[in-house]
């Protein structure tokens, strides 16, 4: 690529000369000379120019000196490298013009081999800078991308190695989160643009915040259903912790968000959410074309069965026990051993449960009915009664009664 340089001097044989001592370079399409008399001459040809890489200028000129032009060129969004040419006699004003921004100078009269060389050194410094910028330009398009995926924090991080989200997939330990409004498909088809907008912008913008807040990566949101996964793409040891805090929080979050509608006329379906640790392969598996971060396993394919297993449960929140064994003093209480479509063995679930929840009344009679309903203890039955009378919204131990009333003993649970 051809590097442009001009030059603004009003020597009348300088043009010449210069042609002449760069002929070679010049022929190969190393070089490239622009010439102008005086500042204003050059500014006029730098309007009208935008392929001009570096400028080499006198200062004693007519109409506008190279001070002056070197002034208004420093005060250009994206100022060019300058190089003065002065006599030795002249320091005061080469002082002038290095405190100015002028890049280098060189002494008059010109020695050719020594501004060659002073050329390749200032495009050098010039492509530096290009390079940097080109970085940081690609550095804020990965930041602007990854915001939208991961908390600030990891954005950043991710955004100054790029190498972190390389096509590719690696086996990580990761808790697998999946929420969905119920119901939420069917009623949209019956709401207004002009109220699904607002309310899936308000929703997300909520559910996101709480996500970050936890340093969860947002995986994928199809309408109002989001992807969540904890422990990727950086390493969360705690990253099941992380995931039952946060989807606690969500919890709160979309019931507030619900009232809030319920208000404005809008009946909303509970959020759902499902989340199950274990191993999951996760990378960017976009094919080169564009960013698709995910993850895929069994356990972020349980998750999604979990999070839809609320729906027969009566729950908000079900998570596995790989999940609930990962955390300490994990606060819920047991739900049973689901039988989920695709598997062939049990797998103990649990409802996470807010410290003040778990430590009532109500907890302790639920677990005491469950012990019973484990046992196969005829018991089971009159106690969720009793339990139900006096929760009446608590649709889990509802879903308990049901089954009992309809002759199932135990606690394994086959689910559709």
């Not at 007519?62 to 320091?91: F, K």
């Amino acid at each position: 690529m051809t590097a442009t340089i001009l030059v603004v001097d009003d020597e009348p044989d300088l043009e010449l000369l210069v042609q002449q001592r760069f002929r070679r370079q010049i022929r190969g399409g190393e070089f490239g000379f622009r010439f102008a008399r005086d500042g204003v001459e050059a500014l006029a040809l730098l309007a009208d120019s935008a392929d001009v890489d570096m400028v080499l200028t006198d200062i004693n000129m007519p109409r506008m000196d190279g001070l002056t032009l070197l002034q208004r060129l420093q005060e250009a969004d994206d100022p060019l490298s300058t190089v003065i040419v002065s006599a030795y006699g002249d320091m005061a004003n080469i002082r002038t013009a290095m405190n100015r921004g002028a890049f280098d100078f060189l002494p008059k009269p010109i020695d050719f081999a020594d501004l060659e060389t002073t050329i390749r050194k200032t495009l050098a410094h010039i492509e530096r800078l290009r390079e940097a910028r080109r970085r940081q330009a690609e550095a804020e398009r990965a930041r602007a991308l990854l915001s939208r995926f991961f908390s600030p924090n990891l954005a950043e991080r991710l955004a100054s190695d790029p190498a972190a989200v390389d096509l590719g997939g690696q086996r990580r330990e990761v808790t697998s989160l999946f929420t969905d409004i119920a119901e939420f498909t069917t009623m949209v088809e019956f709401l207004d643009l002009e109220i699904i907008s607002p309310l899936l912008n308000e929703y997300l913008k909520g559910m996101t915040e709480i996500v970050f807040d936890h340093g969860g990566t947002v995986v994928k949101i199809v309408g109002d259903a989001m992807h969540v996964l904890f422990g990727a793409p950086a390493d969360q040891p705690d990253h099941a912790a992380r995931a039952v805090a946060c989807a606690l929080e969500l919890d709160r979050c979309a019931e507030a968000f619900r009232e809030r509608w319920r208000e404005r006329g809008v009946v909303l379906g509970a959020t759902r959410l499902g989340l199950e640790a274990g191993p999951a392969i996760v990378g960017n598996f976009g094919g080169g074309k564009f960013f698709d971060y995910t993850a895929y396993g069994d356990t972020v394919n349980t998750a999604a069965r979990l999070e839809a297993a609320n729906k027969q449960l009566g729950t908000r929140i079900c998570v596995g026990e790989s999940v609930a064994s990962r955390v300490p003093d994990f606060k819920g209480r047991p739900i049973g051993n689901l039988l989920l479509r695709g598997r062939k063995e049990p797998l103990r679930a649990f409802e996470p449960l807010p410290a003040e929840v778990f430590d009532s009344a109500a907890t302790r009679a639920y677990l005491d009915a469950f012990a019973k309903l484990e046992a196969e203890d005829p018991q089971a039955m009159p106690a969720f009664a009793a339990l139900l009378g006096l929760h009446s919204d608590d649709h889990l131990v509802g879903f308990h009664l049901r089954r009992l009333l309809n002759g199932a003993l135990g606690a394994t649970i086959t689910l559709d």
